[in-house]
């Protein structure tokens, strides 16, 4: 049973409208991540959080921005969506500590048309 | 730059065959590594992980083997099975509290029944 939670799972949506992908968890975790996947290609880390009001940006430039205000949820809003932001995005947190792997969600599939 | 690459995009094998992921890095300060598991439209779900200070872990059907001085690791699955069938995701970190996962292009693993 996941432990952390993305809606919506699939999302179409014109061009120029705003969107906010939420995520949730319910283990506690400090450390909440957003990832950007497209077919074929590794995750790329776009956001990162470690903890309330903390937040990152990852490796890969993204035009999305991020909020925590609290612990267990952790959304991303795109201002004005674009066709090139067609991705899918998961969302992933873990425990505080080394070597602990990511818990991640089902992820949302964004088409932008 | 690519960190973690996973050189061979797919794999198929017959079921009840072994069936070998390989994965090579660049970077030296990786010292624990993960292999993930995804389905189309779902997250990655972890498989299993190894540190450093190791060179084998086993876990049921899955082993993961690490060499460090090749930084090369690889995932062998025996036997294979149909449900096996996936998409296979090397992750890497370089430890710490604040460590954040480097993830590879994946593999498709394709187990014919």
């Known amino acids: 049973e996941a432990d952390i939670y993305q809606t919506p799972r699939y999302l179409v949506i014109g061009t120029g409208k705003k969107i906010t992908l939420e995520c949730s968890q319910t283990?506690?975790?400090?450390?909440m991540y957003w990832y950007q996947q497209d077919p074929g290609m590794e995750l790329h880390l776009i956001h990162y959080?470690?903890?309330?009001?903390?937040?990152e940006k990852g490796d890969l430039s993204s035009e999305s921005t991020v909020s925590r205000i609290r612990t267990e949820h952790f959304p991303l809003t795109l201002e004005s969506a674009r066709p090139s932001h067609t991705s899918q995005y998961l969302c992933?947190?873990?425990?505080?500590?080394?070597?602990?792997?990511?818990?991640f969600g089902s992820g949302t599939r964004l088409t932008v048309v | 730059d690519q960190q973690v690459k996973q050189n061979s995009p797919s794999l198929s094998v017959q079921e009840g065959r072994i069936s070998i992921l390989n994965c090579d890095y660049t970077?030296?300060?990786?010292?624990?590594f993960l292999w993930y598991k995804k389905y189309p439209a779902e997250g990655p779900t972890f498989l299993i992980s190894?540190?450093?200070?190791?060179d084998k872990n086993e876990d049921g059907r899955f082993t993961v083997f690490l060499n460090k001085s090749a930084k090369h690791l690889s995932l062998h699955i025996v036997p294979s099975q149909p449900g096996d069938s996936a998409v296979y995701f090397c992750?890497?970190?370089?430890?710490?509290?604040?460590?954040?996962?480097?993830f590879g292009k994946g593999i498709t693993l394709s187990v014919r029944p």
């Open positions: 992933a947190s873990r425990e505080t500590g080394a070597n602990y792997g990511y818990t």
């Open positions: 283990m506690g975790h400090d450390k």
């Open positions: 959080s470690y903890g309330v009001n903390s937040t």
């Open positions: 970077n030296s300060m990786f010292d624990y």
């Open positions: 190894i540190s450093s200070i190791k």
């Open positions: 992750a890497a970190s370089d430890g710490g509290a604040n460590s954040k996962l480097t």
